[in-house]
């Protein structure tokens, strides 16, 4: 069985990364377009069509794979939330369970 061991921030890094990689993304879907751009008189046919079509496609799909990395960088905070939450409520539980212990009833006595 494997164990999950990492720092509390590590989901928080994570999301902040996912987020600017999104605006990264974006930006070099827009420099790919801005590249090509003195190709677009030099296709013909299919290649024509579909250069065509992903450069009339372009913002939406920009937009579409921002929103798949703004949904994954929605579940990043959530798990960090989540664990967050669980790390305090079982320190809580502890404490609180090893406030009604009895230690001395453990120790052992000699006689």
């Given at each position: 069985?494997?164990?999950w061991?990492?720092?509390?921030?590590?989901?928080?890094?994570?999301?902040?990364?996912?987020?600017?990689?999104?605006?990264?993304?974006?930006?070099?879907?827009?420099?790919?377009?801005?590249?090509?751009?003195?190709?677009?008189?030099?296709?013909?046919?299919?290649?024509?069509?579909a250069?065509?079509?992903?450069?009339?496609?372009?913002?939406?799909?920009?937009?579409?794979?921002?929103a798949?990395?703004?949904?994954?960088?929605?579940?990043?905070?959530?798990?960090?939330?989540?664990?967050s939450?669980?790390?305090?409520?079982?320190?809580?539980?502890?404490?609180?369970?090893?406030?009604?212990?009895?230690?001395?009833?453990?120790?052992?006595?000699?006689?």
């Open positions: 069985m494997s164990r061991d990492f720092g509390e921030q590590t989901l928080t890094t994570l999301a902040r990364s996912t987020s600017g990689s999104s605006d990264e993304l974006a930006d070099l879907i827009t420099q790919l377009i801005q590249a090509a751009e003195p190709l677009s008189g030099k296709f013909n046919g299919a290649g024509k069509a250069f065509d079509s992903f450069k009339a496609r372009s913002d939406e799909i920009t937009a579409d794979l921002k798949g990395l703004g949904s994954i960088n929605e579940g990043q905070y959530g798990m960090q939330s989540a664990f939450t669980g790390n305090q409520t079982m320190a809580d539980d502890a404490n609180r369970n090893m406030s009604t212990a009895n230690f001395d009833a453990a120790k052992f006595k000699t006689v």
